[in-house]
T-cell receptor, first 111, second 112 residues
Framework: DTAVSQTPKYLVTQMGNDKSIKCEQN?????MYWYKQDSKKFLKIMFS???????INETVPNRFSPKSPDKAHLNLHINSLELGDSAVYFC??????????FGPGTRLTVL | DAKTTQPTSMDCAEGRAANLPCNHS???????VYWYRQIHSQGPQYIIH???NNETNEMASLIITEDRKSSTLILPHATLRDTAVYYC?????????????FGQGTRLTINP
């Protein structure tokens, strides 16, 4: 069983579109995260939710909106996609501030 | 967040021990050292972490100096599958979560 899963694995879309990436974890963790890895391979945290409450919100454009329907899910919605949004997005989860476990990533390409 | 410094790249022969150094001279007393690796754009994989004492698990060993200003990750018998980018991270704890700040890491290449 996959511990942290993301869908879709690949996402190709046009500029200006709105898209969502879904993340689910079956580890029973209470904290989930979104990271972005750009073309230079730097991995940066974007958001973190603990028990559906936003607790980390880095400097991210307002076009990015995380949504946590329950503790096991953290979705990332992106409005008005731009070329610079092309990246690999990773979801992760942890039990509070313990070790984080990452998903396989979603490669987003904006044309 | 404490900053870490790692060599950009390293090579190791298959079957040998791979020793990856990391400097974290500004680490605070309650901050843990974490190691992750990323194999060819897959999701980062947790390896090991420690606070003061040396740690060992099925994947690796972590040696932390007494002053905690540096550490070394040891892969005892490197295989080709260990080729990856290895990240040394000092964890910043935020209530209810942990903030991992990834640097550039060390690109480890295991040669046959």
């Amino acid at each position: 069983d996959t511990a942290v899963s993301q869908t879709p694995k690949y996402l190709v879309t046009q500029m200006g579109n709105d898209k969502s990436i879904k993340c689910e974890q079956n580890l029973g963790h209470d904290t989930m995260y979104w990271y972005k890895q750009d073309s230079k391979k730097f991995l940066k945290i974007m958001f973190s939710y603990n028990n559906k409450e936003l607790i980390i919100n880095e400097t991210v454009p307002n076009r990015f909106s995380p949504k946590s329907p329950d503790k096991a899910h953290l979705n990332l919605h992106i409005n008005s996609l731009e070329l610079g949004d092309s990246a690999v997005y990773f979801c992760a989860s942890s039990q509070r501030s313990d070790t984080q476990y990452f998903g396989p990533g979603t490669r987003l390409t904006v044309l | 967040d404490a900053k870490t410094t790692q060599p950009t790249s390293m090579d190791c022969a298959e079957g040998r021990a791979a020793n990856l150094p990391c400097n974290h001279s500004t680490i605070s007393g309650n901050e843990y050292v974490y190691w992750y690796r990323q194999i060819h754009s897959q999701g980062p994989q947790y390896i090991i972490h420690g606070l003061k004492n040396n740690e060992t698990n099925e994947m690796a060993s972590l040696i932390i100096t007494e002053d905690r200003k540096s550490s070394t990750l040891i892969l005892p018998h490197a295989t080709l599958r260990d080729t990856a980018v290895y990240y040394c991270i000092v964890r910043a704890r935020i209530q209810g979560a942990q903030k991992l700040v990834f640097g550039q890491g060390t690109r480890l290449t295991i040669n046959p």
